[in-house]
């Protein structure tokens, strides 16, 4: 698969277009509005350029030069793979998969979702194609981490999810693991009610977000506290994930707490947006 689309340009999207067009592949990103595509093609930038700075990469302009930024959905037509990446939402993305189905021709194209808890069968069964919809799950910064979680939902092709795995393996260099299609799926299903301890330990007081992210770091050598990687992934994302495993699992362990929610009424979104439980320049 040498045809790449993906679907919002964020944090994630951004990544897994990045390492899309680091492999060869000609990478088209679909944002929503002419201000998040020049926001997504200025991270892809910045990204790029600090590859380059490191040695990673030889040329950040020639891998840039693979990368195409576009605001109109029907850019994807020709691809056979798409990754939709835009915000967790189950609404927003359910009316995505039904464009796509519509949109995109290659009979045997790869209808791929970055969801972080989002059931996978949801988005399958809006389309003509349930069998070619798969989750593919990569991890933040995209560049760095090598975990990419598959998710098959009980009617996706056995075909689907070996060339969802050979591109993502052979063609990424990412390392797979297998998940059934439950909210959470391996990763978050564990990590988040972890980070939400932390918040709740945190906002009764018991200790400062420095110490308790010193202590995880030092104690037990995670390399950054989960207060710390809260405000990298998103607080917003954050909440939204821990509402999708509530929602499945009804366990109170998945429960937002109310400081989660208030910080993300304030705006308070974590290094996207400069502050969250730390601030950023
Ligand atoms: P983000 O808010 O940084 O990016 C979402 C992007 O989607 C925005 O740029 C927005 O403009 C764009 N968008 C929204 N609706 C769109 C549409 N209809 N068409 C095109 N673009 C649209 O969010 P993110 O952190 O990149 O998360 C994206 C997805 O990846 C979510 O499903 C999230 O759960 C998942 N995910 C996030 C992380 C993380 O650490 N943040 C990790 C793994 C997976």
């Excluded at 060869?24 to 790029?48: N, Q, T, Y």
Aim: charged share 20%.
């Amino acid at each position: 698969m040498k045809n790449v689309a993906v679907v919002g340009g964020g944090l994630m999207g951004s990544g897994i277009a990045e390492v899309s067009a680091r492999a060869g592949h000609d990478v088209i990103v679909v944002e929503s509005s002419d201000d998040a595509a020049k926001a997504a093609l200025g991270r892809l930038e910045k990204s790029l350029v600090r590859a380059e700075a490191k040695g990673k990469i030889a040329s950040a302009s020639d891998v840039l030069g693979l990368i195409r930024v576009e605001t109109d959905l029907g850019a994807v037509a020709d691809r056979e793979v798409v990754v939709e990446a835009i915000v967790e939402d189950e609404a927003a993305k359910v009316a995505l998969f039904k464009s796509l189905d519509a949109i995109v021709e290659a009979p045997d194209a790869i209808l791929a979702s970055n969801t972080s808890s989002i059931p996978i069968m949801k988005l399958g069964v809006v389309t003509t194609r349930p069998t070619q919809v798969i989750g593919i799950h990569f991890f933040n910064p995209v560049p760095v981490l090598q975990l990419v979680e598959l998710v098959p939902s009980l009617l996706t092709s056995e075909d689907t999810t070996a060339r969802s795995r050979a591109w993502v393996e052979g063609s990424l260099g990412k390392q797979a693991i297998d998940c059934q299609d439950r909210a959470g799926f391996v990763v978050n299903a564990l990590l988040i009610p972890f980070i939400l301890s932390a918040i709740r330990m945190f906002e009764s007081g018991f200790a400062s977000a420095e110490d308790i992210d010193r202590g995880l770091v030092l104690g037990a050598a995670h390399p950054q506290g989960p207060l710390a990687l809260a405000d990298l992934i998103g607080l917003d994302t954050t909440k939204a994930v821990a509402e999708s495993l509530y929602d499945e699992f009804k366990e109170p362990l998945y429960a937002a707490p109310p400081l989660l929610q208030r910080m993300v009424d304030a705006g308070l979104l974590g290094r996207k947006t400069g502050r969250g439980f730390y601030t950023y320049a």
